[in-house]
């Protein structure tokens, strides 16, 4: 795939891994729009991180109405059909199953995997000359799973099994992957510290990093003979049968 001038949407791509994606692809030439939760101000905030030209567009992908207006906002302000759709923005929160709440898992599923499920619904209406793709934004967790964050990995797993449903049923008009990054990026208020440890306590000794995350992107916008597959991008943190402690609570 050319990805000179394609139309890019990364949900949730104002930070984090979403924001280095849409830089990756922004240098490729591609025409970028991201969803932000929130209001004008978080808007303005956004703008000031994306590549210059993307598009800012708000949608709460917490609630129906914000799924609904995602794709079609982002088609007007890009000036036509979504090519490249990055399926990233995700609900974090900490519970487990002596903690869930079904309010708490009801909103992370909402994020996590409806709103996935439903912007490629929408991106995926329109006729297509050549192939588009879908990357769904997983998350190692699926090869090693732990108590910690259920209601997060569990909507990491329903959306790994999308991918493959996705990619077998939108072919040969779309590629469905996905990418299952590793231990990338600190939590809220982490000690800097810990969690280069944390990071780089992995088979290969360096953990992955939003560059590489973003790298895994581009491969797979440009290798047009592959669809269905996950790449895990975890310096091998997946091969390990147990996690530390210090990283995901004990």
């Not at 703008?47 to 207006?69: H, M, N, Y």
């Not at 964050?149 to 909507?155: C, K, P």
């Not at 996950?230 to 990283?247: P, W």
């Amino acid at each position: 795939m050319e990805l000179c001038g394609k139309n890019i949407l990364v949900s949730g791509g104002s930070r984090r891994l979403g924001l280095a994606m849409a830089h990756a692809f922004a240098d490729r030439g591609g025409r970028i729009a991201v969803t932000v939760r929130g209001g004008a101000a978080d808007l303005r905030d956004a703008l000031d991180r994306l590549p210059e030209g993307a598009c800012a567009i708000s949608a709460d992908l917490s609630t129906v109405a914000g799924i609904d207006c995602a794709v079609p906002a982002a088609e007007a302000v890009l000036g036509g059909p979504v090519d490249i759709l990055i399926n990233n923005a995700a609900a974090f929160s900490f519970d487990r199953l002596e903690t869930v709440t079904v309010a708490g898992m009801e909103e992370t599923f909402r994020v996590s995997l409806v709103a996935p499920v439903a912007l490629t619904r929408d991106v995926t209406r329109h006729d297509r000359p050549a192939a588009g793709l879908i990357i769904n934004i997983l998350d190692y967790k699926i090869h090693n799973p732990f108590p910690d964050f259920l209601s997060y990995t569990l909507a990491k797993y329903g959306l790994a099994g999308f991918t493959q449903i996705a990619a077998r049923q939108l072919a040969p008009r779309w590629r469905v992957c996905g990418i299952a990054p590793g231990y990338t990026l600190p939590g809220p208020e982490q000690p800097e510290a810990e969690f280069l440890s944390g990071r780089d306590a992995v088979p290969l000794l360096r953990g992955s990093r939003p560059g590489d995350i973003a790298a895994a992107a581009l491969y797979l916008a440009e290798s047009d003979a592959v669809t269905s597959q996950v790449l895990t991008v975890d310096g091998g943190a997946h091969m390990r049968s147990q996690e530390r402690d210090f990283l995901f609570g004990g």
